[in-house]
């Protein structure tokens, strides 16, 4: 990588932190409901994954084509 791209992907992971920061700072949940949320979207992309691995997913109706709609926050 170069210098000018190793500055620009520092900016880009610097300002995805103040964001996640900040959107955990300013929303009306509790924590406890936040970590709860965050718990149950990391369980679901790890089966997402394991079952991409294993060769499951794949066709029409692959859950792992995201159709929106799922924001929590």
């Given at each position: 990588?170069?210098?000018?791209?190793?500055q620009a992907?520092?900016?880009?992971?610097?300002?995805?932190?103040v964001a996640?920061?900040?959107?955990?700072?300013?929303?009306?949940?509790?924590?406890?409901?936040?970590?709860?949320?965050?718990?149950?979207?990391?369980?679901?992309?790890?089966?997402?994954?394991?079952?991409?691995?294993?060769?499951?997913?794949?066709?029409?109706?692959?859950?792992?084509?995201?159709?929106?709609?799922?924001?929590?926050?």
């Amino acid at each position: 990588m170069s210098k000018k791209s190793e500055q620009a992907l520092l900016a880009f992971l610097a300002g995805a932190a103040v964001a996640a920061g900040a959107a955990l700072l300013f929303t009306p949940r509790t924590g406890r409901e936040i970590r709860e949320k965050l718990g149950e979207a990391r369980d679901e992309a790890l089966d997402k994954i394991k079952q991409r691995m294993k060769g499951g997913a794949t066709g029409k109706g692959d859950p792992l084509n995201y159709d929106g709609g799922d924001c929590w926050i």
